[in-house]
């Protein structure tokens, strides 16, 4: 009997909606075979290819840098190793100056209690039209109270000292307006940092900087992350939620999947191309984001593992297992390989490939583009959306190469001292293998049948017969061979100390004891310490100005263009401190508190004024790293008191402005504190 076929039925709703979702999908097939998309994704392609030939070579230093600081030989070398049989020790020389250096930067640039950057006003401030017209409102309303107090306007006849003086407190003003707009952006940079992963990515930055040719952070970069936040429930009392927001977003960019145009000296110029290994997560991740083609990103989770192209190779695998990532090739994730181009387009090309002539003004003009390309779908293609050009790519080396992108690194510096100390170390413990014991020589036809050869120990009796030839000779001779172990030691301390001068990396940074000479003292030991800091002085410099100072400047810029809080908008630039910091980290504090106890007189304070003092225990709070908003008032705050310490004393009848503070104690006319108090006055 042949079995009932069981139909499904679907409602009309059902069908309009499987009828709406085919459409979507046909229209998002048509438009990824439309030219600009097709001609785009081979045009991404064309610049792969050359990119990932000039990168191989990189790729294997990459690679060796890697071995090298994970204590192991090259392949090459362990065969012949292992051929000749012995030791295959491998000494950490490499390991302790990497995490040395390591140290030391983060030690500079992350562990004085302050960002190793910060915002200044520029010297002349651009303010917005509104804070010019309420500055300057402000200026006429003093000019016109000094008219009625003196009857003389400033500027006629004997008062230009007088208009000259409310010049310099209007700019005074503006400067301080700026400042105050700068502080805010600071604080609004600190956070968008702490939240999108800056202080991650920069410590994996470091790391990349002393093992490899280069080191990369990525950003800011818009991405959808998963927060908690505050909303309402059911009953409608707040209570935590979590919820999905758009933020900019730092990561480190591992430089073995970091393809340059061949030939460029910075990735500024040229095209940059990073092959990204996402997940099916990290693709999902992107619907919803501005500038990415969601329906592309759904075909592409549509067609699964179809899209994973899997660029790997010996040298991707051989990395991976460096890292300790085993086996990823088992994975039941899927995983997609992505091409993030970003870099400069001709505009004739983007003409030809259909982009609206409002977007391209211009055929002869280059302009730069983003396109995101997995498989044979491309699922962002934009301009780029820096108004200045730059790329999100921020990257810098431990020693630059004048004229190349990618630099050296220590283990590359000290690669023939690490070698040099592996052989000494090495043919000293195969030596004392050897000399460990007698070398023996045994006639073995004198021995008796049932004699045991592979047996020695203490009072043993060898039973011997004798010399059939007649003579005196002994059947069993002892020979202890020589011992080497001081000579090779000696190699093997004479060039792990050049690693020092090699990398730039002194032993004593990372605590070793055994310094010798000026070291032995703790002055001496200061001074080598400032002589060896000016090696990596230079590596904080490059990380000022090719990192730090790049991130917070397009940081700034995004928040200037995007962001809906207007306070925080105004005219400042970056100034990077992590060089600063090393200059004057060991003197700072103490000179800062020497200053501020010399200060501490009612004649400089009358020169200084509350604000003055107030700004100098700020600094000096915050290189202790104390509470500084807890212990100094704000600027703002500050003014107030001096209003109020200025109302209550017209209110006495004295009729004279002053700056002093409520619960300050007077000055005699003299400048001498009144009834004897103390004459440390702090604000």
């Not at 045994?442 to 049948?449: E, F, G, K, T, W």
């Not at 690693?499 to 002055?523: H, K, L, M």
């Not at 704000?634 to 001096?642: A, F, P, W």
């Amino acid at each position: 009997m042949q079995e009932p076929t069981i139909m499904r039925a679907f409602s009309n709703d059902q069908l309009n909606k499987f009828e709406s979702e085919d459409r979507a999908r046909k229209e998002a097939q048509e438009k990824q075979n439309t030219p600009l998309i097709t001609n785009l994704a081979g045009y991404v392609r064309s610049c792969w290819d050359p990119a990932l030939q000039a990168k191989l070579p990189i790729n294997t230093q990459i690679i060796k840098a890697k071995r090298q600081r994970n204590r192991e030989y090259e392949p090459d070398v362990k065969a012949a190793i292992a051929m000749a049989g012995g030791s295959d020790v491998f000494m950490p020389i490499t390991e302790v100056k990497c995490r040395a250096a390591e140290s030391w930067i983060r030690d500079i640039l992350l562990d004085g209690g302050a960002p190793p950057w910060d915002l200044k006003a520029s010297p002349e401030p651009d303010l917005s039209p509104d804070e010019e017209a309420q500055l300057e409102q402000e200026f006429m309303q003093k000019m016109l109270e000094l008219i009625g107090t003196t009857g003389v306007a400033p500027g006629v006849g004997e008062t230009p000292a007088i208009k000259e003086m409310f010049e310099e407190e209007f700019r005074r003003r503006k400067a301080q307006a700026a400042q105050d707009k700068a502080d805010l952006m600071k604080r609004r940079i600190e956070d968008q940092f702490a939240e999108g992963g800056w202080y991650q990515a920069f410590d994996a930055f470091v790391t990349d900087l002393s093992t490899y040719p280069l080191a990369c952070i990525k950003g800011p970069t818009i991405r959808k992350r998963v927060t908690l936040g505050w909303g309402r429930g059911q009953d409608g009392k707040t209570m935590p939620v979590v919820q999905e927001k758009l933020i900019p977003t730092f990561e480190r960019v591992d430089p073995f999947h970091l393809y340059p145009e061949p030939g460029i000296e910075s990735l500024d110029q040229g095209y940059v191309i990073e092959h990204k290994q996402m997940s099916r997560t990290d693709v999902a991740a992107l619907i919803g984001v501005p500038g990415f083609d969601d329906d592309a990103i759904r075909m592409v989770l549509d067609e699964g593992t179809s899209c994973c192209t899997w660029f790997a190779d010996y040298d991707q695998l051989e990395k991976e297992r460096l890292e300790n990532k085993h086996s990823t090739w088992y994975r039941n994730t899927d995983m997609y390989d992505c091409l993030e181009f970003w870099g400069m387009v001709s505009g004739k090309m983007l003409r030809e490939w259909g982009m609206p002539e409002d977007q391209i003004e211009d055929e002869a003009k280059e302009y730069n583009a983003c396109v995101w390309l997995i498989g044979n779908y491309v699922i962002k293609a934009m301009l780029n959306y820096d108004p200045l050009g730059k790329k999100p790519y921020h990257a810098t080396s431990m020693f630059k190469v004048p004229g190349a992108l990618w630099g050296s690194s220590i283990p590359e510096a000290i690669e023939d001292v690490q070698k040099t100390c592996n052989v000494a170390v090495r043919s000293m413990i195969n030596n004392m293998g050897i000399a460990s014991g007698p070398q023996v020589e045994i006639d073995i036809s004198r021995l008796a049948p049932n004699e045991d050869l592979t047996q020695m120990y203490g009072w043993k009796i060898w039973q011997v017969t004798a010399d059939k030839s007649g003579g005196s000779n002994q059947a069993i001779r002892f020979e202890q061979p020589d011992s080497n172990a001081s000579e090779f030691m000696a190699i093997f301390e004479k060039f792990s100390r050049l690693a020092d001068e090699y990398s730039g990396v002194p032993s004593y940074v990372s605590g070793d004891i055994s310094v010798t000479g000026a070291g032995r003292t703790s002055s001496g030991l200061s001074m080598l310490m400032g002589a060896a800091g000016k090696s990596i002085r230079q590596v904080v410099s490059y990380i000022d100005n090719d990192v730090v100072k790049k991130v917070v400047g397009a940081q700034f810029i995004m928040n200037m263009r995007f962001d809906p809080d207007e306070s925080i908008k105004g005219d400042a630039f970056c100034v990077p401190r992590g060089a600063v910091n090393l200059a004057v980290k060991e003197t700072a504090e103490m000179r800062r508190v020497e200053f501020l106890q010399a200060t501490a007189n009612p004649i400089d304070f009358q020169i200084m004024g509350p604000e003055g003092r107030g700004a100098l225990l700020r600094e000096v709070s915050k290189s202790l790293q104390m509470p500084e908003e807890e212990i100094i008032p704000s600027r703002t705050k500050l003014q107030m008191q001096i209003q109020q310490g200025q109302m209550a004393q017209m209110m006495q009848g004295t009729g004279k402005p002053s700056t002093q503070l409520p619960g300050q104690t007077p000055a005699l006319p003299d400048g001498s504190p009144a009834g004897g108090a103390s004459a440390n006055l702090v604000a």
